[in-house]
């Protein structure tokens, strides 16, 4: 019953934008953090951006801080990421993520979310 799912990837040339949306369904994650995360081939899942449940907290990885920009549209069950002056080493495939248990501030490890979709593929080109 619960989905996640991400849209927006796609391919660009270094510099350019693009803006990813995960739309749940099934229930509503107003209350709950979420974030993104990427995989890159032959690496593991690393955390991107999170947001605290109203969207008032968020973080970020260094890599891309200043760059990205996470948001939420509760009304839309809907989270968001902008990503601007995309680098080559940003290409990955792109999932979000909802955490049940943390309420505070967004969380960055992998094993902290529990209901994720199924990606979406970035590739920058330089």
């Known amino acids: 019953q619960v989905q996640l799912v991400e849209s927006g990837g796609g391919s660009v040339q270094a510099g350019g934008s693009l803006r990813l949306s995960c739309a749940a369904s099934?229930?509503?994650?107003?209350?709950?953090?979420m974030g993104w995360f990427r995989q890159a081939p032959g690496k593991e899942r690393e955390f991107v951006a999170g947001t605290n449940w109203s969207g008032g907290s968020t973080a970020y990885a260094d890599s891309v801080k200043g760059r990205f920009t996470i948001s939420r549209d509760n009304a839309k069950n809907t989270v968001y990421l902008q990503m601007n002056s995309l680098k080559p080493e940003d290409t990955a495939v792109y999932y979000c993520a909802v955490d049940l248990t943390g309420w505070a501030r967004p969380r960055t490890q992998e094993y902290q979310y529990d209901y994720w979709g199924q990606g979406t593929q970035v590739t920058v080109s330089s």
């Open positions: 099934g229930r509503s994650f107003s209350n709950y953090p």
